[in-house]
């Protein structure tokens, strides 16, 4: 299992999107260069069928752009600025992109597929197709809200980890977990209490609550000794961390 070792990981939310744009590649060298121990980021599906790395179907908000990611091509995408803060121009990542960096480091690598309200034919195959090209295997975790999703990555390739994405609190998540053969759960923070927590991971099951800024939230799952916790200020949690 990814995490199983005794501190709690760090994984940077978008990469480091507290000081960077979000899933630029300027966000994960900054989580890199923080000491986070991975990465949190999300993949959708162009219209030529090319791998990016964007949170939101549509462009608008993060990008100086319109439109779903589902009509434009991957050059299209590419001209697109997403530092729309102004600074240097940052263009949307493919997901190819992000693995050639990868290679240069140890980090691990959380996937979120973004397929909740488009399904992206074909996606898991893609995205799985490359982590085994990267030989990134031991190093990724797939998660998504769409636990159809999840499972079906689970069936073509059950040595990937995956973990579920939930909004609502659970009832007794190790066993909806180990009934879809997840060796992890992504909990939203503020839903998921203190015995749930360790529970869960007693059952063996990794927990990784997102997405965690505030100081007393970082410390009551550092307290607890929680698998990871995924937040969007990497250095701020290493500080925090070191103070537990």
């Not at 790395?53 to 091509?73: M, P, Q, Y």
């Not at 691990?108 to 295997?137: D, H, Q, S, W």
Request: proline share 4%.
């Amino acid at each position: 299992m990814l995490g199983s070792e005794e501190m709690t990981q760090i994984f940077a939310h978008r990469g480091y999107s507290a000081s960077f744009a979000e899933n630029t590649m300027s966000a994960f060298i900054g989580a890199e260069k923080a000491g986070a121990d991975g990465l949190e980021l999300d993949v959708q599906l162009t219209r030529d069928g090319e791998i990016v790395v964007i949170h939101d179907e549509k462009v608008d908000r993060t990008t100086n752009g319109h439109g779903f990611i589902k009509d434009l091509t991957y050059k299209e995408i590419r001209k697109l600025n997403a530092n729309k803060n102004g600074g240097k121009k940052e263009s949307i990542p493919s997901l190819i992109e992000v693995f050639e960096w990868l290679k240069t480091n140890n980090l691990l690598c959380n996937i979120e597929m973004k397929n909740g309200l488009f399904p992206y034919e074909g996606m898991e195959e893609k995205v799985i197709e490359l982590v085994r090209k990267y030989n990134l295997t031991d190093r990724i975790i797939f998660s998504s809200f769409n636990h159809y999703s999840i499972v079906h990555c689970y069936r073509i390739a059950p040595d990937i980890e995956t973990a579920p994405l939930f909004l609502e609190a659970i009832y007794m998540p190790w066993v909806y977990s180990q009934s879809i053969r997840a060796k992890g759960i992504h909990p939203k923070h503020s839903t998921i209490p203190d015995h749930i927590i360790t529970t869960t991971i007693q059952n063996g099951v990794a927990v990784r609550p997102y997405t965690v800024n505030r100081e007393a939230d970082l410390k009551r799952l550092f307290k607890l000794n929680c698998t990871a916790v995924i937040t969007d200020n990497p250095i701020k949690a290493i500080k925090i961390k070191k103070t537990i």
